[in-house]
């Protein structure tokens, strides 16, 4: 299985008064073990001031943007975020994502932060933290998406993959 992992870093221009966006990709394979494929950095310009409740139409152009350079297969793609606010059907920047993909791919949310919504059923405990993860997915099964999430590679709460692709997302910061 292909996993495509996402993040996305704006930066503000004082001097243009404008937002751009950094978003960085890999492409990996394996989870305990992870092998990159390929990774992946797109610029965005013009990007929407943040909206309280309305994060995804600003991730959501960042994301596709990147999505949509890809040509290499990919099977499911993890974000930065929830899929679902409430685990199964209010509507989080994943699952407006799924709905905006031309080709539809499992996609299994990271969140690092708990939203009021989510019970503990979407909880991921990694390492030694005391602070889980929330875990939410579209086209692939919860109780997988967890397992995957709790097993990829990494000793930490955040999974190896994930604290990449933030690194990548950060260099040209």
Not at 8 to 29: C, L, M, N, P, W
Not at 88 to 116: C, E, M, Q, R, T
């Amino acid at each position: 299985m292909i996993f495509l992992i996402l993040d996305v870093h704006y930066k503000e221009s004082q001097e243009i008064d404008a937002i751009t966006a950094t978003v960085a990709g890999i492409r990996f394979e394996g989870i305990e073990q992870s092998r990159v494929l390929s990774e992946h950095i797109v610029e965005v310009n013009d990007i929407a001031p943040y909206e309280p409740g309305q994060f995804y139409k600003r991730e959501m152009p960042c994301l596709l943007a990147l999505i949509n350079q890809i040509k290499e297969p990919f099977d499911v793609i993890i974000i930065d975020g929830y899929v679902f606010l409430d685990g199964v059907s209010k509507a989080g920047l994943g699952k407006y994502l799924y709905d905006n993909l031309a080709n539809k791919k499992p996609i299994i949310g990271i969140a690092k932060n708990h939203f009021y919504d989510i019970t503990k059923d979407y909880a991921v405990w990694r390492g030694i933290s005391k602070r889980p993860l929330y875990v939410t997915s579209i086209g692939i099964n919860i109780t997988m998406a967890k397992e995957m999430v709790s097993e990829m590679e990494g000793e930490h709460r955040i999974p190896k993959m994930a604290a990449d692709v933030d690194k990548l997302g950060r260099v040209i910061n």
